[in-house]
């Protein structure tokens, strides 16, 4: 027994933080499920707008990978519940047996009660009792004690009533999470067939694209080369930036020296006019001693050698020019340029998505499709919503460029310090260059992609003119 009372305690001590951690996953549960099923929709929708093509194209392949990844998802959340749903039904059970055990202990207890008040339930019994008391005081201890014997046989019977009561919430409880387990069972054998239905359905588009496999890696080799058409117009535009950045330090470097410069010519031209100055005054004053001394001279009539030329003190060396600070990165040269550019930094892995709504369906860098023998290159992370969605910025900063991409739409360049955000592939834009945009400003409209049959835009990413991994920098 006393092992066990540590125990005990400490299951206590840690039960209410158990309880805790409990409720946040439960919470995070739902959440969960609400967002699978915001996913879902968006994955069907995209499914039904890829369908709209005449013929079976990767973009739908895509769409049913996407919608089968999100319902595996979604059984697996369904599965994590049916596992708190079967605690939550031994928690009850154990309660149950519990709170039985309880009510027959008390039902016992009351009827061993009831029979002894039956046999003495004659007021002759009771008045007995009280006289055959030796003392008066030990009477009314007899009597209090009748009293208090009542009072417990009233809550005996006022505790079985309510260990009932919790019962039949217990029991009622028990019947509800049984329901819902066979609610959550259902719903997850259902996913399940539907699941089985999506992949014979992304098999039989497998079948029809893999006859279409040469032509398909034509289409993507053509796609690779507007890609880098694409790439040199954006280099083109950070080069430009840069070359103005240089030029604007270099111009403002130059302007700094003159101007030490000429504080320098100021500063010798006073000290020149200053050693005039004194050299005239020097002389002035040799002057009159001379004039004194020969006063003296022909008064004492005795030759005196003349005064010393007055000492000068050596002119001090002209200060050498200050030698310039070099300007390490262009794009940084001012304070709020640097600043931008480390809030930028910070926020790698954070930066929210382009779209208001969507999904991803392409990342940076070589894609290797898992279904087909073929593989993509993508610049920036390709970002599928609604046709005619709205596109937003990533973050603050100035819009530099905006051009027009030969057959592709449009793309606009904003600055962030010494990176650049380019989105690429716009049907249309509401923004100029020049023009200072905040985050999630939207900045322009997605171009409808003919193998999504959706708004697609792509979000590619540069420091300085090093293309980076998109892939990092935006949230899950």
């Known amino acids: 027994m006393k092992k066990f009372i540590p125990l005990l305690i400490l299951v206590l001590a840690l039960a209410p933080g158990m309880l805790h951690a409990q409720n946040q996953s439960r919470e995070e549960l739902e959440r969960r499920k609400r967002e699978l099923q915001k996913e879902m929709e968006d994955a069907q929708n995209m499914l039904k707008e890829t369908k709209k093509s005449s013929r079976e194209n990767l973009g739908q392949l895509r769409a049913l990978r996407n919608k089968i990844d999100v319902r595996t998802r979604m059984i697996r959340n369904i599965n994590e519940e049916i596992t708190f749903i079967n605690g939550d039904i031994n928690t009850a059970l154990r309660d149950v047996k519990t709170l039985q055990r309880d009510l027959d202990t008390l039902k016992e207890q009351y009827a061993q009660l009831v029979v002894a008040a039956y046999k003495n339930r004659s007021s002759y019994a009771f008045l007995n009792f009280i006289f055959s008391a030796k003392s008066f005081n030990d009477a009314v201890k007899r009597y209090k004690y009748l009293q208090q014997y009542r009072d417990f046989r009233r809550r005996q019977a006022d505790n079985i009533i309510e260990t009932q009561e919790q019962l039949r919430v217990k029991v009622k409880n028990l019947q509800d999470q049984r329901e819902k387990r066979s609610t959550a069972l259902s719903t997850e054998q259902a996913e399940r067939e539907t699941l089985e239905k999506d992949r014979k359905e992304k098999d039989e588009v497998l079948s029809k694209l893999k006859g279409r496999e040469k032509e398909l890696a034509q289409d993507i080799a053509q796609k690779q080369r507007d890609q880098k058409k694409v790439q040199d117009l954006i280099r083109a535009v950070i080069r430009k930036e840069i070359e103005a950045a240089r030029k604007k330090a270099e111009a403002e470097e130059l302007a700094r020296k003159k101007a030490l ?216």
């Open 261 to 476: 410069e000429a504080e320098r010519k100021r500063k010798e031209e006073e000290r020149q006019r200053a050693l005039a100055a004194a050299r005239e005054a020097a002389k002035a004053a040799a002057a009159q001693n001379a004039a004194n001394n020969n006063n003296n001279t022909a008064a004492n009539n005795k030759p005196e050698t003349p005064p010393p030329p007055p000492e000068t003190k050596p002119e001090p060396p002209a200060p050498a020019p200050e030698k310039p600070t070099r300007v390490y990165n262009v794009l940084e040269a001012t304070p709020e340029a640097a600043a931008l550019s480390e809030n930028f930094e910070n926020n790698k892995g954070k930066l929210p998505w382009p779209v208001e709504t969507g999904s991803i369906i392409g990342y940076f860098g070589i894609q290797k499709n898992p279904d087909i023998k073929i593989t993509e290159e993508n610049d920036g992370m390709i970002f599928a919503t609604r046709k005619g969605g709205n596109v937003k910025a990533v973050f603050s900063g100035q819009v530099r460029s905006v051009f027009a991409i030969p057959g592709g739409g449009y793309a606009i360049t904003i600055k962030h310090g010494q990176y650049f955000t380019n989105y690429v592939g716009l049907s249309g834009f509401s923004v100029k260059s020049g023009q200072s945009v905040s985050t999630g400003q939207v900045i322009g409209t997605a171009r409808t992609n003919d193998e999504e049959s959706a708004g697609v835009v792509e979000v590619q990413i540069y420091k300085v003119d090093k293309l980076q991994n998109a892939n990092t920098w935006f949230r899950k």
